[in-house]
DNA sequence: TTATAAAATTAGAATTAATCTAAATTGAAA
DNA sequence: TTTCAATTTAGATTAATTCTAATTTTATAA
């Protein structure tokens, strides 16, 4: 609790009590939450939340780079806290997102010179081997 | 447009009137259109097409992967003639979406042990040259 | 060729994540 | 306390995508 409201004011973001409680869950809960889910969540502890301060903050939370929006999905954004390099697969028939160790940042590269690069992904899509197990039986 | 026949046929797909349309449209522009990009210009040479046809087709495309979604925007999706490897750059500025050379297929990572990979995605973010440009004036 | 079935296409309604708006609330400084 | 700006709110709006049910086209068999 502590640390999420020094994370917030390093990044000159006031804490008021929706932000570190939005900052907490995306720490705590590293599902990479969509923003309903986030909502949904919150409303339980702290019934005046709207989706609209999510929405708010999360776009607060991405400007500052805390937080980093995943668009692997077609329709949704999901977010996830922002440590250290990794990528992300999604299985196609679970559904679900995990996360998988790679290194983004020695990538190599050619034809964006001279430009500004904030932010590097790296999405992979397939079946998890979860789905591929239970196909067999 | 003999070609186009050829690759949807090579893929079991029947090659429809707008099914060549949309394939064509994809390999002769390479600005990663959208949706409605796709059906507005199809639409002065075929005023009968439907945007339902343009998503058919299109994830008719996506599923036999001659064609590749790309989900780096937040809100829509964009389609990209499925050539050879290559990251896509996005300047958060002007929107404008690049192409770059990386080499996603030799990128070495781990924990995806007995997953299955149909796919794979390299999304930088920033600001593109020109932006940087005009930034200085 | 004609009849029949399957596939493809259509227009428009429905869905839904995200944004917008204008009012209400909160919090800090004077 | 008073004042002003920042934050939060509910609900309306927007827009990409999906759904639905009807229509048209295409292929196949009689």
Redesign the interface.
């Known amino acids: 609790m502590n640390e999420i409201i020094i994370e917030l004011t390093k990044n000159n973001i006031k804490p008021s009590i929706h932000r570190i409680k939005i900052l907490e869950y995306l720490r705590d809960n590293r599902t990479h939450p969509t923003v309903d889910e986030i909502y949904l969540n919150l409303k339980e502890g702290c019934p005046t939340l709207s989706r609209a301060t999510v929405y708010n903050t999360l776009s607060l939370f991405v400007q500052s780079g805390i937080v980093r929006?995943l668009?692997?999905?077609?329709r949704e954004?999901r977010y996830d806290y922002n440590t250290e390099d990794h990528?992300h697969?999604k299985?196609?028939q679970c559904g679900f997102l995990?996360?998988?160790?790679?290194?983004v940042a020695q990538?190599?590269?050619?034809?964006?010179?001279?430009?500004?690069?904030?932010?590097?992904?790296?999405?992979?899509?397939?079946?998890?081997?979860k789905c591929?197990?239970n196909k067999k039986s």
Do not use: A, M, Q
């Open positions: 929006p668009t692997i999905e077609d954004i990528g697969f299985c196609e995990s996360d998988f160790e790679v290194n990538l190599k590269y050619e034809g964006l010179e001279h430009h500004e690069i904030t932010n590097k992904d790296v999405y992979f899509r397939g079946v998890c081997n591929l197990g």
